[in-house]
């Protein structure tokens, strides 16, 4: 399956994704072809919206204490709901879907997530650092909400006018 990055300001990641119903060889394909294009793109976490489907599904893959990124700690969640969170931390999040830009933003700490693996079994997950920052980072991406959306009018002005800035270059480059 041959997918590419839908990129902000695509309507289509302010849809809200559909709960997975079924566990076929469908859902296996489009997680199968998220996790290459994942790694080529240099992401630590993809929701199925920014590749065109909005179906709950996201993938997680975060660097050990070493900064590798190994298919080991590759994380599928279908179906995710945080069922608990604790404390706050503020983290400088970038999104594959906003290239270019990052922006420090603020996140419960340790958050405990259900959710279903890609045969359909229920599973929870208590997560902390980065992992925590990034689920809630993917999970806003399935009701459409990006973390630009969290940012307060006068970061949100800055940031619109510097994005403008930098497609208008990218698009004169070619
Ligand atoms: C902490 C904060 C945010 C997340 C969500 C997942 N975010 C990403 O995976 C972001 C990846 C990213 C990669 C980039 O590199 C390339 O595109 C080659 C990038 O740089 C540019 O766009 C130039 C920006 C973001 C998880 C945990
Ligand atoms: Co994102």
Redesign the pocket.
Known sequence: MKLNIVTYPDKKLKQKSAKVENFDTRLAELLDSMYPL?ME??????AAIQVGYATQALILNIPDKDDIQTIDNLVEMINPVITSKKGETV?Q????SV??F?EDITRFEEVSVNFQDRQGNTKTLEANG?LA??IQ??IDHLSGVL?IDKLSYSRRKKFEKEYKKMLKEKKNSK
């Open positions: 994942m793109t240099n992401g630590i976490g993809l983290y999040e970038g999104c594959l290239p270019t990052y980065l920052i990034a980072h993917e973390f």
